[in-house]
């Protein structure tokens, strides 16, 4: 799957706990972007990256945040994790070269259940 | 803003008849249009995309789609259907110059043998 990694693929945590998920790429690509999908929802937009240390905001990035210290890796962090963030977490990524052309390109996810 | 809707949370179909998964879309500037298909338990794969010119767009698995400015839609087409085809389609937009693909919610594929 276009050499993306998503760690881990299952997790169930408790309500205010901190959780880290982890989404490793081995395409040197420029933009990385976290998704959660819900039914009734579709894929909305948590946090997305264009480069190294620089990330924006997407449509539901309330409660989380990211960080991106190397281009391989994009790490999404739940604070203090709330029921409602029980969800599907898919990160992608989009080549370089050209950039409006190119789709995206998606992990296998994580599934994040929050107790 | 942009948007993306697919009116129809699920779409039955016979094995072996045409099929067409719809979607209409909403951009401030040109469109660039994706479809994507999910199976259980996987991530999103890339179907087919309209960048710019045919309004005829083909793709992987026998997928076709036609773009219409006039009726801003992006529909999704196979001649004759596939019971594998069974899976949740997704459409989705990308406006030039804005970095952010939006998706839409995503539509029931079911192909009855």
């Known amino acids: 799957d276009a050499g993306i990694t998503q760690s881990p693929r299952h997790k169930v945590t408790e309500t205010g706990t901190p959780v880290t998920l982890r989404c490793h790429q081995t395409e040197n690509h420029r933009y990385m972007y976290w998704y959660r999908q819900d039914p009734g929802h579709g894929l909305r937009l948590i946090h997305y990256?264009?480069?190294?240390?620089?990330?924006d905001k997407g449509e539901v990035s309330d409660g989380y945040s990211v960080s991106r210290s190397k281009t391989e890796d994009f790490l999404l962090t739940l604070e203090s994790a709330t029921s409602s963030q029980t969800s599907v977490y898919f990160c992608?990524?989009?080549?370089?070269?050209?950039?409006?052309?190119?789709?995206?390109?998606f992990g296998n996810g994580t599934r994040l259940t929050v107790t | 803003a942009q948007s993306v809707a697919q009116p129809e949370d699920q779409v039955n179909v016979a094995e072996g008849n045409p099929l067409t998964v719809k979607c209409t879309y909403s951009v401030s500037g040109n469109p660039y249009l994706f479809w994507y298909v999910q199976y259980p338990n996987r991530g999103l794969q890339f179907l087919l995309k309209?960048?710019?010119?045919?309004?005829l767009v083909k793709g992987s698995y026998g997928f076709e789609a036609e773009f219409n400015k006039s009726q801003t839609s992006f529909h999704l087409k196979k001649p004759s259907a596939l019971v594998s085809d069974s899976a949740l389609y997704f459409c989705a937009v990308f406006s030039g110059g804005y970095q952010k693909v939006t998706f839409g919610i995503g539509t029931k594929l079911q192909v009855i043998p």
């Open positions: 992608a990524i989009r080549g370089d070269r050209s950039s409006y052309n190119s789709p995206l390109h």
């Open positions: 309209y960048i710019t010119g045919d309004n």
């Open positions: 990256s264009y480069g190294v240390k620089d990330t």
